[in-house]
């Protein structure tokens, strides 16, 4: 088994020149650091649900999933260890962007609305408030770091990485895919406000979607029964983890420990989302 990559949460196999094993691990991040502790079955749930997404979608976007199914997998990797959170994948030529797609003004967008009314070097209309619906999905892409923070970039900084026409064929396929998503979502009771994408390109120079898809890593899941504009919103995603770690002043370089009911709570809300999205028990 060739380990060619060890991000934040997923390893990356590579088998031969065509495929891949992703391999989704317990860990969590926030604010770019890997934290200290696991939260347990994190890994099967993220896998999950990128696979119903990446199903769900299929019929628009071609995606890089080849199988899994543990028994279609090499025999390597045909252990319990890599059951419920491991894909055999198409290798890609990866764009050199996150296609960032934000339906409501939330985070790091809002705070950069009430400075000067943009985000992203996109003007909004006057008067918005904290968590409010866009009139329309925007695409606010960013740069790839390998180290410390992804930067914004504007949509022409984007054409001048990727060339005009496959930049906008990326903007429109990303806003479509958050679109259609975030309407099913709604219908089980969860707001989409914003997620992360990522595209390659195979062999023959299609448009193909890889990664995770609409993951609570990946997203913010809200919700909807208690949705209100003006505040922030109560979430599935890692936003408890994150607003833990604030509260608590927690410092990478001297960390205090996660206490057991943020493990938990955190564990909690990422089988809520799978629970609710797919329709199934975890």
């Not at 996109?122 to 918005?128: D, K, P, V």
């Not at 180290?147 to 970039?153: K, T």
């Not at 998503?181 to 390109?201: M, N, P, R, V």
Request: hydrophobic share 35%.
């Amino acid at each position: 088994m060739k380990k060619i990559s060890s991000g934040k949460v997923r390893e990356i196999y590579e088998l031969d020149e065509d495929n891949l094993m992703l391999v989704v691990s317990d860990r969590i991040s926030a604010f770019d650091v890997i934290l200290p502790r696991l939260v347990l079955d994190k890994g099967k749930v993220l896998n999950r649900i990128s696979e119903f997404w990446f199903d769900y979608t299929k019929s628009f976007v071609k995606n890089h999933v080849i199988s899994t199914k543990i028994s279609e997998f090499p025999k390597e990797f045909q252990k319990p260890e890599f059951e419920d959170r491991s894909m055999l994948v198409k290798k890609l030529k990866m764009l050199p962007i996150e296609c960032i797609v934000r339906g409501y003004i939330t985070g790091s967008g809002w705070k950069s609305y009430k400075e000067n009314g943009t985000v992203c070097g996109i003007r909004l209309q006057e008067g918005l408030q904290e968590s409010e619906k866009l009139a329309s999905p925007i695409f606010t892409p960013s740069t790839k770091a390998t180290e410390g923070h992804d930067e914004n970039i504007s949509f022409e900084q984007t054409v001048e990485l990727i060339g005009e026409e496959l930049a906008t064929k990326v903007r429109d396929t990303a806003i479509e895919i958050y679109s259609k998503c975030a309407e099913y979502a709604l219908s089980k009771g969860i707001i989409i406000a914003d997620t992360k994408f990522e595209f390659g390109l195979d062999e023959d120079g299609n448009l193909v979607l890889g990664d995770e898809v609409l993951t609570p890593d990946s997203s913010r899941f809200w919700q909807a029964c208690d949705y209100q504009v003006g505040r922030s919103q109560k979430s599935f995603d890692k936003q408890y983890m994150r607003d833990w770690l604030k509260a608590t002043s927690w410092d990478a370089q001297n960390p205090t420990p996660i206490p057991d009911d943020v493990i938990n709570t955190t564990r909690d809300k990422y089988i809520e989302a799978y629970e609710r999205i797919t329709g199934k028990k975890f």
